[in-house]
């Protein structure tokens, strides 16, 4: 299995076991750096849930990340042996209810059967539960083999309310990062404060990692060649458009039950009911009369 290694082999092993791991990584002076650019390109605050790579300027996409990554890559490429970094985006939760980010996992970026890979989640303001930070399932990204892009709906979105009882809140200073498993559950509830919730987020994956992109068309997954670019050159609704196919495979995508989450994702079995017993097993046992 391709996966990211810190230098910290503590670190990797919390990775792989709990899909995620967070650690310090940028200084005041690097986030004043990045508030600038955001700032620079954006003269009022974005409404809801916001990310620069949902602009229609495909060329503002990129020069967003550009000048971010210009500060990050550095500061990054220090803590790992085998990282190749992606570009990202500025996101933002706006205060209110339409900034609230439902239960999800993030789209497949590789073949999960032979590869990992990640967002690296940077708050540049302080986050918990107050302002919308990121909530997770520990340990979720092993538990079922998923394809997740275009028209492949979360299995677990039905039962969100039931999955959240199980998961943590993950609250961060601002300039530390975690990194998290593309297979990961989690969500964020709405930011209660007067102020906008402002994050970088960027792919990573392990060098030499094929990258691919999965669309579903009713129970047949599609798999292509993608490339570092294509979320900068494309639309998420364009679709796989100048991918080439590799291969198409049946994979029913079905949602979980409450029961069967809980078998699952934590083993749990659902224990049969006792039969009632009548008036002489009640008054004897289980012994024959």
């Known amino acids: 299995m391709n996966r ?9 092993e919390r990775l792989a076991t709990d899909g995620f791991v967070t650690f310090d990584l940028l200084r005041d002076f690097d986030l004043d750096g990045l508030k600038a650019i955001f700032k620079e390109h954006h003269s009022a605050n974005p409404e809801g849930f916001y990310a620069t790579t949902h602009l229609d300027d495909k060329a503002k996409r990129k020069l967003l990340s550009d000048q971010a990554m210009s500060i990050l890559a550095c500061r990054i490429e220090a803590h790992f042996e085998n990282i190749e970094l992606l570009g990202g985006a500025f996101i933002s939760k706006a205060p209110g209810e339409k900034g609230i980010l439902p239960l999800h996992q993030d789209w497949n970026l590789v073949d999960e059967k032979v590869a990992r890979s990640y967002n690296l989640w940077i708050p540049l303001v302080d986050v918990n539960e107050e302002n919308g930070a990121m909530r997770i399932l520990v340990g979720s990204h092993t538990k079922q083999q998923t394809y997740r892009g275009p028209n492949i709906p979360p299995v677990l979105y039905p039962i969100s309310s039931e999955v959240d009882q199980h998961m943590v809140s993950l609250n961060m200073k601002k300039g530390e990062a975690v990194l998290y498993d593309h297979a990961l559950w989690h969500s964020s509830p709405q930011n209660q404060t007067d102020q906008l919730r402002l994050a970088f987020v960027l792919g990573v994956v392990p060098q030499e990692a094929d990258l691919k992109y999965y669309q579903q068309k009713g ?3 599609e798999e292509y060649a993608s490339h570092p670019n294509f ?37 749990k079995v659902e224990s049969k009911k006792e039969a009632k017993k009548g008036f002489i097993q009640r008054l004897f046992g289980s012994k024959k009369v």
């Open 4 to 12: 990211i290694k810190f230098h910290d082999s503590e670190l990797t």
């Open 231 to 267: 979320f900068f050159e494309n639309d998420r609704e364009s679709g796989p458009d100048g991918l080439e196919l590799i291969r198409s495979f049946h994979h029913p995508n079905s949602f979980l039950s409450k029961d069967e989450f809980e078998k699952v994702y934590f083993g």
């Open 219 to 221: 129970d047949t997954v």
